[in-house]
């Protein structure tokens, strides 16, 4: 319920107003207490002050294995646990190798301790040395470098490159974690916000823009899987037909991207509004490789229906980057 208080001044020059009691006696505010604040535009947040505290969770793995422990491994790493206490009756062997490979695909985990009925894991890094703007440049890097090299695959038959890229996708699902678990941290306390010096909105979009560049990777990954079927060289028409489809979908997600860390609202809004408009030229240029297809065998014609699909959808998830750009460029009420 919202609670209302009149603001008083104290000594002349002190402004000052009472918390409710409630809120108070449940996160043990009392006389003497100190409390933080933290101010965020037109809003002032207030917190108990607290000595910093890793915070630990527990969780029984008993009826968990395979892909269901790894998952959950995962949401207890991006939910912001800084040690994680996984228990059962006995851990299996399994279980302890689900988890070590779990432990090694995230940022910062390591096993700290290992017994019959009990796995302690620990966040190692410090979130405040975390850079949300760096882990997101980072996806942007890898992601376009990704798709690049998976079509690259497909014009030289080079499996060792396609299975580069697979593995590569390791390396954005990581940093799509890492930024999963700063934004849920901002979300949770406003320190977390100030310690990145950035306001929580922005963290959002970041966020937002982070999950386009996860999916972008996922279909760079696919078309990866998809080159290792082709056992004849692909045309050079429809080859350079795919290439030129790349590049203009590249120009969108880094057009998006640019508009998204654009600190002037009027050159972010033109940037946005570009990559925006492009992603209408791109469909038709996708419609125009699939006519080059309809001649082929119709296996051979379905994969490379799937590819030129992957590379367009690339440049819709672009756009919507450069859509969380223009709500970021936007005025705020």
């Known amino acids: 319920m919202v609670e209302t208080r009149k603001v008083q001044v104290t000594g002349g020059s002190t402004y000052t107003v009472s918390i409710p009691k409630d809120w108070a006696t449940e996160n043990g505010v009392s006389a ?6 933290y101010p965020e535009g037109d809003s002032l947040f207030l917190t108990p002050r607290s000595e910093e505290e890793r915070t630990e969770g527990t969780l029984d793995i008993s009826n968990l294995e395979g892909d269901e422990l790894t998952r959950a491994v995962m949401t207890m790493y991006v939910s912001g646990f800084d040690i994680i206490a996984l228990e059962s009756g006995r851990i299996t062997t399994d279980q302890r190798r689900t988890i070590r490979e779990a432990t090694q695909s995230l940022v910062g985990l390591e096993v700290l301790e290992e017994t019959r009925d009990r796995v302690v894991i620990r966040d190692l890094l410090d979130s ?9 440049t980072r996806m942007r890097l890898i992601a376009l470098s990704m798709l690049e090299d998976a079509i690259a695959a497909i014009a030289e038959m080079d499996e060792d490159l396609a299975h580069d890229v697979i593995q590569r996708d390791d390396d954005v699902d990581r940093l799509w974690m890492v930024v999963s678990r700063i934004f849920r941290a901002t979300l949770r306390t406003p320190k977390a916000a100030e310690e990145l010096g950035l306001p929580r909105e922005v963290c959002f979009d970041y966020q937002s823009a982070a999950r386009q560049l996860e999916r972008i990777g996922d279909h760079a990954t696919k078309i990866a899987h998809l080159s290792l079927n082709f056992e004849q060289p692909v045309s050079e028409e429809i080859i350079a037909a795919i290439e030129e489809l790349f590049e203009e979908s590249k120009k969108v997600v880094n057009g998006g991207m640019d508009a998204l860390f654009a600190e002037d609202s009027n050159e972010a809004t033109r940037l946005a509004n570009e990559s925006r408009e492009s992603v209408q030229e ?6 125009k490789i699939d006519e080059l297809l309809r001649d082929l065998d119709p296996a051979r014609a379905q994969l490379l229906g799937l590819i030129v699909d992957s590379v367009s959808r690339s440049a819709d998830y672009g756009g919507n980057i450069a859509e969380t750009a223009l709500q970021k460029a936007a005025p705020t009420p």
């Open 282 to 287: 791109i469909d038709e240029r996708a419609r």
């Open 128 to 136: 405040s040395e975390l850079s949300i703007h760096n882990a997101v």
């Open 32 to 37: 003497g207490s100190e409390v933080e604040f």
